[in-house]
């Protein structure tokens, strides 16, 4: 089964996209698998995460805008000084994280979420695509 989802976003960020996944593994029918998860741009990434203290996605957030800054001199600028940025931050992450199903459920462990991060300055619609599969 493959489905698709929006995430409106707000800029810069985690956002939790679980219950998303979690419903779409529901929905599925698949009791035992494989969930894959896939952001259809080159400037978003998702990742999964601890979901129970919302300090560390704030210190990710922190470290990874130190690590790669808007302010650098980039060739490709002509989206805005966040745009290559955002792409440095994508490629150093990942755009797609597969995960295991166990009796019907995302297996993750007790303090794991799964987040779309949002890498640009100002907010967009950010388009998921899921892909549950069974043997």
Same mark, same amino acid.
């Given at each position: 089964m493959i489905a698709t989802f &929006? $995430?409106?976003?707000?800029?810069?960020?985690?956002?939790?996209?679980?219950?998303?996944?979690?419903?779409? $593994?529901?929905? &599925?029918?698949v009791r035992e698998g494989l969930c894959t998860?896939? $952001?259809?741009?080159?400037?978003? &990434?998702?990742? =999964?995460?601890? #979901?129970?203290?919302?300090? =560390?996605?704030?210190?990710?957030? #922190?470290?990874?805008?130190r690590l790669v800054r808007e302010d650098e001199p980039f060739e490709?600028?002509?989206?805005?000084?966040?745009?290559?940025?955002?792409?440095?931050r994508a490629a150093l992450t990942a755009t797609s994280v597969a995960i295991p199903i166990m009796d019907g459920k995302p297996a993750l462990g007790t303090w794991q979420g799964i987040f779309l991060w949002e890498h640009r300055t100002r907010g967009r619609n950010r388009t998921c695509v899921v892909h549950v599969a069974s043997d």
């Open positions: &929006s $995430v409106p976003t707000r800029g810069k960020g985690l956002h939790n996209i679980t219950q998303q996944i979690a419903d779409a $593994v529901a929905k &599925s029918g998860i896939f $952001v259809q741009h080159t400037s978003a &990434s998702i990742i =999964v995460q601890e #979901n129970a203290d919302p300090a =560390v996605l704030r210190d990710l957030e #922190n470290w990874l805008s490709h600028a002509e989206e805005g000084p966040d745009d290559m940025p955002s792409h440095i």
